[in-house]
């Protein structure tokens, strides 16, 4: 269980640290609006005089995290676990399977219907 432990923080930091990047790199006005002040060489530098820590990049990386933990628990793997450990009924789990499918396909239909721009996140 240890090795699985760091194993995953090992991956988060990595998504953790990708996502800043993508962020900090990304042309997009959206993504401009709401991502972390970093330092750079013209900036001054963001980290808090109290703690030492730069508390937009901590938070954004947070938000990173549980944004994407969030979705793991709707997944239909996720959903294929807990039955694979008898932890759902049957009727749950069709009922989560349905809806999950039924948001696959409306957004299947939204990119068709209303192609929109990607954004660069
Ligand atoms: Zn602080």
Redesign the pocket.
Known sequence: MKELYHALIREIVIFAKRSIEIAKESTNREVKSWRPLLKTDEMEDFC?P????N?ETRDFARAVILHTLAHAEVDNRYFEMLKENNSITPDVFDEFSKSNQEVVESKRNDEVDQPTEEPDF
């Open positions: 808090c109290g703690c030492g820590i508390h």
